[in-house]
């Protein structure tokens, strides 16, 4: 039982490359996350998905779009990628009384 | 709106004394509150959850947290830290009553010293 599976682990983009991140989860929950995280910031919800066909912006979707492929996938894309979205991002999937999280993809943009 | 706060950004606690891990927030309705922790290179890991009952939950590793309503907090404690217990712990809540996200805190860096 995988979980939830994050690919790539590590990346570096070059500013204004483009590039899709991918989640997978196996537990069959409706609802799915991106986060971001950034030193002293904690995680800030970028995207979230509460069922297959919907998605909403976060606190912080400037710069990111998102799809949600069917129950289990939920891709982040960068369109143009900037300095300013160097961080860490996260998947998450959840029940009403627990998230779930993949390892992270830790990405920077020179 | 929700929101989490952790006022202190780090905790240092010698190995064997108790810890406690503050956590304050603000729901408009009844909150779900979480903690969870996170290793070097780690995403992050379920501890315990408050969803309702009984205020004093009990979670992974012995670690406990107490819910008090009237102060809108949810510190997390041990009674005994380990030196393996040094991490980066974060406070999240979700409104019972309003949307699906989870919120989380800044996080707050435990250190526990031999």
């Known amino acids: 039982n995988a979980g939830v599976t994050q690919t790539p682990k590590f990346q570096v983009l070059k500013t204004g490359q483009s590039m899709t991140l991918q989640c997978a989860q196996d537990?069959?929950?409706?609802?799915m996350y991106w986060y971001r995280q950034d030193p002293g910031m904690g995680l800030r919800l970028i995207y979230y998905s509460a069922s297959e066909g919907t998605t909403d912006k976060g606190e912080v979707p400037n710069g990111y779009n998102v799809s949600r492929l069917n129950k289990r996938e939920f891709s982040l894309r960068l369109e143009s990628a900037a300095p300013s979205q160097t961080s860490v991002y996260f998947c998450?999937?959840?029940?009403?009384?627990?998230?779930?999280f993949g390892q992270g993809t830790r990405l920077t943009v020179v | 709106a929700q929101s989490v706060a952790q006022p202190e950004d780090q905790v240092n606690v010698a190995e064997g004394n108790p810890l406690t891990v503050k956590c304050t927030y603000s729901v408009s309705g009844n909150p779900y509150l979480f903690w969870y922790v996170q290793y070097p290179n780690r995403g992050l890991q379920f501890l315990l959850k408050y969803i309702t009952g009984d205020n004093l939950v009990k979670g992974s590793y012995g670690f406990e947290a107490e819910f008090n309503k009237s102060q809108t907090s949810f510190h997390l404690k041990k009674p005994s830290a380990l030196v393996s217990d040094s991490a980066l712990y974060f406070c999240?809540?979700?409104?019972?009553?309003?949307?699906?996200?989870?919120?989380f805190g800044p996080g707050t860096r435990l250190s526990v010293l031999p």
């Open positions: 998450a999937s959840s029940t009403p009384f627990e998230a779930f």
């Open positions: 537990m069959n929950h409706n609802s």
């Open positions: 999240a809540v979700r409104d019972q009553n309003y949307g699906q996200n989870f919120v």
